[in-house]
């Protein structure tokens, strides 16, 4: 039984398979999609952004003495839920903002 044939030098080695999907540091599990999200670490931030992002979405508020700790998987658990972002319709909105701060198609513009 002969050997098989050695790849061409130029070939590049096989990826490894991708590792499988597992919990997030908060304990929420992961959801399949076809487009993999960025992971944030909200532990990263400090205590008082947290709690105006709980703040601003009306989050539960575990007190006013809360350590970071307790802040962030709750954070987390809510970003996660998020919908994500229509992508053309963001894209569309940058190139707008920026042609109209580069003044470009405004009337008046330079």
């Known amino acids: ?13 096989p990826r490894p ?9 908060d304990g929420a599990p ?4 076809s487009r993999r999200r960025p992971g944030v670490d909200f ?17 539960d508020d575990p007190g006013a ?4 700790a307790e802040l962030v998987p709750g954070v987390a658990r809510h970003f ?6 229509d992508e053309s319709a963001t894209l569309l909105s940058f190139a707008a903002a920026a042609r109209r701060r ?3 198609g405004v009337a008046g513009g330079r």
């Open 1 to 13: 039984m002969d050997a098989a044939p050695a790849p061409p030098p130029s070939a590049a080695p």
């Open 17 to 25: 398979p991708a590792p499988p999907s597992s919990d997030d540091d």
């Open 30 to 33: 992961r959801r399949a999609s």
């Open 43 to 59: 532990s990263r931030l400090d205590a008082a952004t947290l709690r105006r992002y709980r703040a601003h979405y009306g989050l």
């Open 65 to 68: 003495g809360a350590a970071k």
């Open 80 to 85: 996660a839920g998020l919908a994500p972002p």
């Open 102 to 104: 580069a003044g470009v």
